[in-house]
């Protein structure tokens, strides 16, 4: 019996053996390179987790450049139930914290590194989905990034910070001109994280768990105070 290649059916079976052959080969392929882009997720954590270190992770090409100096730096460890990145740099221990949040367009993330007093923020790193290029999207820059170093989290009993439009006070951070709603999903996140990591916060460094470690911590200072 003759194949009538012009009929229906035969075009139907055609298209459904091409179909689950390409299928399958696409399976294979997403198999053989699954472990490939989970290893490259996990180089780009460390790269985002290394620059809130104030490093240029950038200029580390190599993979073992990156893995060798991220064990050598950090300590993943969970405090008070939290994930926190415990740095030893030539600086003393900083305190990495995560923190996700919402943007204009899409999701935002990144990583803040405190001084060992828990307070001083020491630098930032962050980054989006799909801010606008110029606007939005700034928030990846340094010249954005280090506007909070040097700033204090900690007023009063709370943990926050300010993003304002133009000109910014002490502890607030000027926000990007024109992109006024990044800027306050930023706020949002970093302040809903602190928020999150308060009892962290308020437990850990050298000069919050007691005054008994806040003297040891500093005893010319407390030296000057008796006096």
Known sequence: MKLDTNS???TIVYATIIVVIVALLLAVVSSALKPK?????????KKQVLSSLNLKVDSLSKVTSIDELYGQLIDEQEIAGKQVFVAKTDDGTKYIIPMTGAGLWG????????????????????NHDSETPGLGGE???RGFQTRFNGKHIKAADQYQM??????????QVQAISGATITSKGVE?????????????????GKCNASAETCAKADPEQNQEEVQ
């Open 107 to 126: 999701a935002i993330w990144g990583y803040m590194a405190l001084n060992d007093d828990c307070n001083t923020i020491y630098g930032t790193y962050f």
């Open 188 to 204: 949002t996140m970093i302040n809903s994280t602190l928020s999150e990591y308060k009892e962290f916060l308020t437990t850990s």
């Open 139 to 141: 928030i990846t820059t």
């Open 162 to 171: 300010e993003i304002v439009k133009g000109e910014a006070a002490d502890e």
């Open 8 to 10: 229906n059916v035969y």
């Open 37 to 45: 882009q989970l290893a490259n997720v996990e180089l780009d954590r």
